[in-house]
């Protein structure tokens, strides 16, 4: 999700830096698909305003990185894993992935 959100509007790709903290293995944390965590980007001057929504309605929230400007790299750490890619080769794997396998010739062994 982090890194597909790195790719804004009209193919933009932004520089995101995420650390994560959680007692959930990496693998879990990072791949998991689980109902129970959604990513919200927002302004900066909005951020403590969304905070205290989530605070009120008894919500865990907390902020776990930062978007830059456009150009960039995809950072992201966890307490095993550290991550950097520029953002366009992350957008070219997740949308060229299937065609590219689609288009492959077959393994015939």
Same mark, same amino acid.
């Given at each position: ?9 009209e193919g ?20 998991g698909e689980?109902? /129970? ?9 909005? =951020? $403590?305003?969304?905070?205290? %929504?989530? @605070?009120?309605? /008894? ?9 830059? =400007? $456009?150009?960039?790299q995809f %950072?992201? @750490? ?5 991550l ?6 992350? =957008?070219e794997v ?8 689609m ?7």
């Open positions: 999700c982090l890194a597909e959100s790195a790719r804004g509007a933009a790709h932004y520089d995101i830096e995420v650390v994560l903290h959680a007692d959930v293995p990496s693998a879990a944390l990072l791949f689980s109902q /129970g965590r959604v990513v919200l980007s927002c302004h900066p001057d909005h =951020a $403590e305003m969304i905070s205290a %929504v989530a @605070r009120k309605h /008894g919500v865990p929230c907390q902020r776990i990185g930062i978007v830059g =400007a $456009e150009g960039g %950072v992201l @750490r966890t307490m095993e894993v550290s950097k890619a520029p953002i366009a080769d992350l =957008a997740y949308y060229d992935a299937i065609p590219k396998l288009h492959a010739p077959a393994d015939r062994d």
